[in-house]
């Protein structure tokens, strides 16, 4: 069982940056692929990014690559998105979620946080 909850989202001008935190409980962070979704209104929910468990291979969706960044701290039990360069569009609830096997899909991931809110006015 893993816990996951978000952090560090809010309101910020376009151009701007925010780094979001996702902290997790439990010993078996550092076995588990993280991934970061985002849902606007209306919409379905969309991956982000994801970083592998052992080796860290990261991957990102070509909406947000060369803009965010996906990292995680094993021994914080915690995965960050850092985004730069934000745009109107990147506003939407972000979520954090962990998988036990690589993976894009959000039906793949088996534990979710909450979500925070991040808005991007123009």
């Known amino acids: 069982q893993v816990q996951l909850v978000e952090s560090g989202g809010g309101l910020v001008q376009a151009g701007g940056s925010l780094r979001l935190s996702c902290a997790a409980s439990g010993r078996t962070f550092s076995t588990y692929v993280m991934g970061w979704f985002r849902q606007a209104p209306g919409k379905e929910r969309e991956f982000v990014a994801a970083i592998g468990a052992r080796y860290r291979t990261t991957v990102l969706s070509d909406s947000v690559k060369g803009r965010f960044t996906i990292s995680r701290d094993n021994a914080k039990n915690t995965v960050y998105l850092q985004m730069n360069s934000l745009k109107p569009e990147d506003t939407a609830v972000y979520y954090c979620?962990?998988?036990?096997?690589?993976?894009?899909?959000?039906?793949?991931?088996?534990?979710w946080g909450q979500g925070t809110q991040v808005t991007v006015s123009s």
């Open positions: 979620a962990a998988a036990g096997l690589w993976a894009t899909s959000a039906r793949e991931y088996d534990y």
